[in-house]
Each structure stands twice: as structure tokens, then as C-alpha cells.
């Protein structure tokens, strides 16, 4: 029996199959999520890893064998287990996928009421130690003693999820456009395009059908060898845009008609924009890596911007506490209050889809203007010995900036800024950095920065600015 206590995660379980995490695994899992959360009614999904069908069902026989009563959804994207959860008024439910990690690997995403998520702070560390408990005591597989089993019934919410995603954008202004979408072999493509299908543009689609040995490329579009493959189609179709899905679906990716890979911090601020326009004055979060761009044209168009901790368990969680409309991470997550407070990739594929057709061009018309004023470095990591001393180091190097500790350290001047942050697994620095003065001053002080992470540092370029 396969429960390896390393295969729970802060966010989520996660790991190798069948060392890790087994069918005798998931079926530990399943009687210890129903014993957390006391939950007579749970929703289980699943992805197209190839031993999701056997995972996804020794977990259901866990659960009803602890009593609960268990929706069946199948096949589907997260966000639609999300939907099943949140718009059933069911007690929780877990979808069985690794997301973006390589084939061998299988893993669980659990929620609770209203599809909130139970990570490590708020659960899990409980379920994985009931759960290896169960594994590590040999017992065989039964109904819990004086408990009635329960009952599965399949369950199809597709029609009342496509409903409530459609509500999110104007389909009349949605103009002809040339698309690309890249599934991964994922299961995103198969809940997005029928519904991109219902618009008047011309998808080509790739890699749409859902297979766990992911023949053609990872589904991880954050990793510049997954795009590669997008961008060269998007090219060749002379495409308005492209956009590509990770492997469960609940995060979406963009390439501009020029063929370039759009950071996520762009995307939040357009997304952020048009949510304003929905939601006036409306509160809107972004994660403490984020360009400036996002807070700068929130507040343009009469929004409050918040600043977060990065993580989908802190970004719920302060969504709801701020009562906010938005949330968007540079990883490709985004959040809206209007679908259940969760994340979501196809509600921004169609939002990204009628802006651009607003635009007038393609999506560079929308981004090209960001990029010309705001010049990120994207995310680096450094692994370092000690990283408490190269926080104290950092914040000493730069003690005449705005210093704030919402995630790791984030220090401020005019015109630049950037954020390191910790690894919750590993002894890395994260270093995400930002000009806005040129791609120059960008480099030098990401060069500068970076030094002083791998190093004992230098000279600083310059104080103020």
C-alpha cells in the first residue's frame, strides 16, 4: 500500500505512482477525507492521467465506504469539479490529478464547502495523517463498523457550468478571429472548445484529445519548451492569438500574434480591467510578484488594488475576506468571486477573446503598450545556504527603500522594484524584478540583485530610484 506522507503537499497531494501514491493509497485517502470533514455528499473528478479511472475509484470506495454519498463527474477539467462542489451545496469533493506534473506522477486537489480549498493550513496535515494511519495498519478494505456505506451516482454538471462561464463575457462582441489552442493532451481543450466553438472565430486546434502519456509535450505552458509548439502554430495560421491549457485545465496561457509568450502579470491587468468595467470600483487582488502594471491600471479604472500572498489557499481565502471581484497570479491562476471564488482557465480565454476583439488588432495591440512601459524580469530561482541571512542581507543592501513582508521581502523605489521570496520545499530564492525606466535598467539591476543572492554582492548601481 502506497501513502507516502511526502506525497502531501501545502496546496494539494502529489506524487509518483505507483511509489507514492497507490490504489490502496486512494482508497486510504478517500475514508480519511470523509472522517476530516464529516461529509455525508462529496464530488469526484478526474483527469486523463492513465491511472486516474483506477485512482478516482478506489477513492470513491473509500469514501462510500466511510458512509458518504459520492457524484461521480468523470472526466473533467478542475474547475468543473470546483462548480460540481460549490453549485451542489455538497459538503467537498477531490479531483484526481497531478495538474502539470509528468506522467508517472497522480496526486488529489481537495475541497470543501462552497469548493474552498484543504491544504496545510487548513486540513490536510489531518487527512494524510488519518490516511497513513489507515495504510500503515494493514487493515483490508470494509464498510466502517456501525457505519452505513454510501451510495454513487453519476453526475453531469457541464451544462450549468458552460452556463455560468458564458455569463462572463458579451459573445456579440466577439468579432471574427484566428485562434490556436494548444491542449497538452490535457483535459482544458475538451471543456474549452465547445464552447469557443459557439463564436464566430476560427479555432485550430492541437493536441485536444486528453492522453495521460502526454506523447506530444508536458502540459506545462510556463515552461519555455512547451510553447514552442504554440507559437510556431499561431505563426503559421497568421493567428490572432494562441492559447494553451495545463494538464487539469484550471490555468490558460496566451501567445500575442507575434508569436510572444504573454507573462501573467499582463494578462491580470487586462482580465483586471475588463472585470472593472463589469464591477465598478470593484477590489481587485494580485499576487506581491506582480509588475506594477496591474496596480496602475486598476486604480486608472477606479478600482482598489490589493496586494496578496502568492498561493491559490491565501488568494481564496483573502478574496472572500475582501469581499474582491479578481484575483490573477503570474503563474497563469485566476480567480473571480462570480465563479465560486476559485480558479478558472476557461473564463479568461473567453474574456482574453472578446478584448481582443474589442482591440481592433490582435493581442499585441492589448499587451504591446504594457510591454513598452513595464520591463519584468520574470521569475529566477537561486539556490542559496542560509536563506534567512540573504533576506537580512537584501533588506539591509536596500534599507533606504519601501521594504514590505506581505510574501518573502518586496522592495520598492519609483522606478524599479522586485520580490524575493522563499521556496516552501527547497532552500531557493525567487526573485521576480521590475523597470520602469528601459530593458536596460531591467537587466543591471536584475544582474545587480542577483549577485548579491549568489554572492556576497557589489556596489549598488545607484540610491533612490
Request: charge should be negative; proline fraction near 4%.
Amino acid at each position: 500500500m502506497a501513502c507516502d506522507r511526502g506525497a502531501f503537499k501545502a496546496y494539494d497531494v502529489r506524487g509518483t505512482y505507483p511509489d507514492q501514491l497507490d490504489e490502496a493509497g486512494a482508497y486510504a485517502i478517500g475514508r480519511a477525507y470523509v472522517e476530516f470533514l464529516g461529509a455525508t455528499r462529496l464530488a469526484v473528478g478526474r483527469d486523463m492521467r492513465t491511472m486516474a479511472p483506477s485512482m478516482s475509484t478506489a477513492l470513491i470506495r473509500g469514501m462510500t465506504d466511510a458512509g458518504a454519498h459520492v457524484e461521480d463527474i468523470g472526466l473533467v477539467a478542475t474547475e468543473v469539479l470546483y462548480h460540481a462542489v460549490a453549485s451542489g451545496g455538497l459538503d467537498g469533493g477531490i479531483m484526481v490529478t497531478a495538474s502539470h506534473n509528468p506522467k508517472e506522477y497522480i496526486g488529489m486537489k481537495c475541497v470543501k464547502r462552497g469548493a474552498q480549498p484543504v491544504g496545510e493550513a487548513s486540513g490536510l496535515e489531518t487527512v494524510r495523517d488519518l490516511a497513513v494511519a489507515f495504510a500503515d495498519s494493514g487493515a483490508a478494505e470494509g464498510a466502517v463498523e456501525g457505519v452505513e456505506p454510501g451510495t454513487v451516482t453519476e453526475a453531469d454538471v457541464f451544462a450549468s457550468f458552460q452556463e455560468l462561464v458564458w455569463s462572463f463575457i458579451d459573445p456579440d462582441k466577439v468579432r471574427p478571429l484566428t485562434v490556436v489552442v494548444d491542449g497538452g493532451n490535457g483535459i482544458g481543450a475538451q471543456v474549452a472548445l465547445p464552447l469557443l466553438r459557439k463564436l464566430p472565430i476560427t479555432v485550430h486546434a492541437y493536441n485536444d484529445t486528453p492522453d495521460g502519456t502526454f506523447p506530444n509535450h508536458e502540459p506545462n505552458p510556463l515552461l519555455e519548451e512547451n510553447r514552442q509548439f504554440i507559437i510556431e502554430k499561431v505563426l503559421e495560421h497568421g493567428a490572432d492569438l494562441g492559447i494553451a491549457f495545463d494538464g487539469d485545465g484550471d490555468r490558460c496561457f496566451f501567445v500575442d500574434d507575434k508569436g510572444g509568450f504573454v507573462d501573467g502579470d499582463f494578462i491580470t491587468t487586462v482580465l483586471a480591467e475588463l472585470t472593472l468595467r463589469r464591477e465598478p470600483g470593484a477590489k481587485i487582488l494580485y499576487d506581491v510578484r506582480a509588475s506594477r502594471a496591474v496596480a496602475d491600471r486598476i486604480e486608472a479604472a477606479g478600482g482598489t488594488a490589493i496586494a496578496s500572498r502568492v498561493g491559490h489557499a491565501f488568494i481564496k481565502a483573502r478574496l472572500a475576506k475582501e469581499q474582491a471581484a479578481f484575483a490573477g497570479e503570474i503563474s497563469g491562476h485566476y480567480y473571480f468571486s462570480g465563479f465560486h471564488g476559485v480558479d478558472t482557465g476557461v473564463v479568461p480565454a473567453l474574456m482574453i477573446l472578446q478584448l481582443v476583439s474589442e482591440s481592433g488588432g490582435g493581442l499585441a495591440a492589448l499587451i504591446d503598450p504594457l510591454r513598452a512601459k513595464y520591463f519584468i524580469s520574470g521569475e529566477i530561482n537561486t539556490r542559496v545556504d542560509d536563506v534567512p541571512m540573504k533576506l537580512q542581507q537584501l533588506k539591509e543592501t536596500y534599507a533606504d527603500a519601501q521594504i514590505t513582508h506581505v510574501d518573502g521581502v518586496s522592495i520598492d523605489y519609483d522606478d524599479w522594484h522586485f520580490n524575493v521570496r522563499p521556496s516552501n520545499t527547497e532552500p531557493l530564492l525567487r526573485l521576480n524584478l521590475e523597470s520602469l525606466v528601459s530593458v536596460e535598467d531591467m537587466e543591471a539591476r536584475r544582474d545587480e540583485v542577483l549577485n548579491l543572492i549568489r554572492s556576497g554582492g557589489r556596489e549598488r548601481i545607484g540610491h533612490g530610484s
